[in-house]
């Protein structure tokens, strides 16, 4: 049989959070892939809904989409490029500045497509210890450079721990990389950050010629179903992009979708309302469980469960999947006493805490 290449066969493929508890036919309370229990803004429903040409080619450029986001964000829409999620983009990166005999850097904990999109490039991936507060550590990160390092991925909010590093952190670790070292913020959950000393990226992005920011639409723009995500980046980094990228690579749906959803300011203020209000309600109430809940700026929360047997993550999962709720079990990340929750609804969340009281 044709064979693929030797190092592909080592890459175990990414877990997506379950959608399916007990029964098929089962109502369930998901909460296992960080979405927006709100959904989207009612106009990006509506101008997907009235997006009947689908017999004509997407506009390749993304034009109107890149236009959408630089007026909204104050950017410059000639450094935006737009891919099938930011996912694509990540993949875009590694094989753009990453191959055989290179390194790609993350922190112990950062997503796991960082792993997976390197090795499938022939690339190593290298990780550096976060700290006890599950934190991305800068020392660490700049100690594991060596000669052969290529990028440096840094989630700020990180998945799955939903912990942030202030921006005078980001720029030092920018400053104590090697000028060819590209370092890559991937920014899906800044919308909902709250701290003042916050920085998605845009600004460094300006300043230098070695940084790229990241961005979604599937997290608080509530549209993780059309596949849309866009980059910021100095212009020879987006030529690069642009050259190796599919032509139509972002569906005119998800483009039309996603410029109501991205001008629509009032409804993304009014889901960040609702999700910050409510990670600290959930967060309060866990932690008056005596459970360890690691401070988030995400729309979601890591939580530390006892080793004891009936109280552990997986007799957690396990009482959550018997009421119809999923969690992430996070054990593919390194974290076997944790479960990840996404923030719901109100009632979502109140269902959650009723279940874990069950054990606690």
């Known amino acids: 049989l044709p ?3 030797p190092f592909l066969l080592g890459i175990k493929p990414y877990e997506q959070g379950k959608s399916k508890a007990g029964g098929a036919e089962k109502p369930v309370i998901k909460l296992s892939s960080n979405e927006n229990p709100l959904g989207p803004s009612p106009k990006a429903i509506a101008a997907y809904r ?8 997407p506009d390749g450029s993304a034009a109107g989409i890149r236009e959408a986001i630089a007026e909204v964000f104050g950017l410059d829409a000639s450094r935006i490029v ?20 290179d390194e790609v850097l993350y922190s112990q904990y950062g997503f796991l497509m960082y792993k997976i999109y390197s090795v499938a490039h022939g690339a190593t991936p290298v990780t550096a210890p976060e700290t006890s507060d599950l934190l991305a550590d800068v020392d660490a990160l700049l ?14 909010p990180n998945n799955p721990t939903g912990t942030l590093l202030p921006d005078s ?63 910021y980046a100095p212009a ?12 139509f690579n ?49 729309n979601f929360l890591l939580i530390r ?31 076997p006493e944790y479960l990840r929750i996404t923030v719901g609804t109100e009632d979502e969340n109140k269902a959650v805490i009723a279940s874990l009281r069950k054990l606690f």
């Open 143 to 156: 100690a594991a450079v060596t000669p052969r390092t290529k990028l440096v991925f840094l989630a700020n």
């Open 250 to 298: 972002v569906s005119s749906a998800a483009m039309v979708a996603g410029i109501a959803a991205v001008k629509d300011v009032e409804y993304t203020a009014h889901a960040v309302q609702h999700n910050n209000a409510e990670r600290a309600k959930l967060a309060a109430a866990l932690s008056a469980f005596g459970l360890k809940v690691v401070p988030s700026e995400a």
């Open 82 to 101: 737009c891919g099938a999620g930011s996912d694509e983009l990540i993949n875009l990166l590694i094989h753009a500045y990453a191959g055989e005999g």
């Open 236 to 247: 020879h980094v987006v030529d690069a992009l642009q050259r190796i990228r599919s032509p």
């Open 3 to 5: 064979s693929p290449k």
């Open 169 to 231: 952190e980001v720029r030092r670790l920018r400053a104590g990389l090697p000028e060819n070292v590209l370092l890559v913020l991937d920014a899906a959950y800044a919308e909902y950050v709250e701290t003042a000393d916050y920085d998605a990226g845009a600004k460094l992005v300006e300043e230098t010629q070695n940084t790229v920011m990241l961005r979604t639409f599937s997290k608080i723009y509530g549209l993780p179903a059309l596949r849309l995500g866009w980059g």
């Open 50 to 57: 009235e997006y009947a040409d689908l017999h004509r080619y």
């Open 305 to 335: 469960f006892p080793t004891e047997a009936g109280k552990n993550a997986q007799d957690a999962n396990a009482t959550l999947l018997a009421d119809g709720i999923i969690a992430r079990d996070v054990g593919a990340y390194g974290l």
